[in-house]
């Protein structure tokens, strides 16, 4: 297990400044020239599982309760859990140590198997709305909550963590073999807003920010 190499399905053109390795993982904490925003930030090595249970409300991975309904997120120490049915929710990794495994039948790790990327920064929804129909602004809606269709038509699992005038930001899930298609639809779409990479600093530090 220590020889394995697991690498990202992401790749940015731009010089890492600062990195380290993590469970095997490769993750770039800084780039080159990160002063402004909006910012596209790799998470996929943090890890992510899928949930499904038919009496989901009675599992409590790591002692976190599941929302009760689907499209509500709960965000407690590092974990965001977001429900997306009846029977099935999605959990992911966000920040601090890499929790314990979840064990049982109801859970599967989707961390090599799926891309996992947050945008933030101003203009990021004008990005988002040149890929999708999604309405991540959506008054009724209390940050965080998850939305569920296609971006730049591929099936996705996104997040709205935060939608005020000054800040706003995303976290999207997509199948591995969508990485590279997406992320030059990503950066196509927001090269007139100056979307750049950032390393895993920038997002843990919003992050902070935002919820601290």
């Known amino acids: 297990m220590e020889n394995i190499i ?19 993982w490769t993750v770039v904490l800084e780039y080159d020239a990160e002063e402004t925003g909006p910012y596209v930030v790799d998470l996929s090595h943090r890890s992510r599982w899928d949930l499904q ?7 409590q991975p790591w002692g976190i ?14 974990i965001l859990i977001n429900r ?15 929790p314990d ?14 891309v996992f990327l947050a945008l933030f920064g101003q203009e990021v ?3 988002a709305e040149k890929l999708t129909a999604l309405d991540f602004l959506d008054p009724l809606k209390e940050t965080p909550f998850l939305l569920q269709g296609p971006f730049s038509h591929v099936p996705c699992q996104i997040v709205t ?31 007139e807003f100056g979307l750049r990479p950032a390393g895993e600093n920038a997002f843990t530090g919003w992050l902070g920010e935002l919820w601290g």
């Not at 049915?85 to 990794?93: C, F, K, V």
């Not at 963590?161 to 990503?186: D, F, H, N, V, W």
Request: net charge negative.
């Open 65 to 78: 309760h599941i929302p009760d309904a689907p499209g509500q997120c709960l965000l407690d120490n590092g």
């Open 125 to 127: 929804f004008a990005i």
């Open 6 to 24: 697991r690498r990202s399905p992401v790749s940015f053109d731009a010089q890492a400044a600062k990195t380290e390795m993590r469970d095997n």
């Open 53 to 59: 249970d038919g009496e989901i409300a009675k599992v």
């Open 101 to 114: 495994d979840l064990e049982g039948p109801a859970f599967t790790e989707t961390t090599d198997v799926t």
């Open 161 to 191: 963590l935060e939608k005020t005038p000054e800040r706003c930001g995303i976290l999207m899930t997509c199948s591995r073999g969508y990485a590279a298609s997406m992320i030059a639809a990503i950066l196509e779409a927001g090269k």
């Open 84 to 98: 997306m049915n009846r029977t099935q929710a999605s959990i992911w990794h966000l920040t601090g140590e890499r």
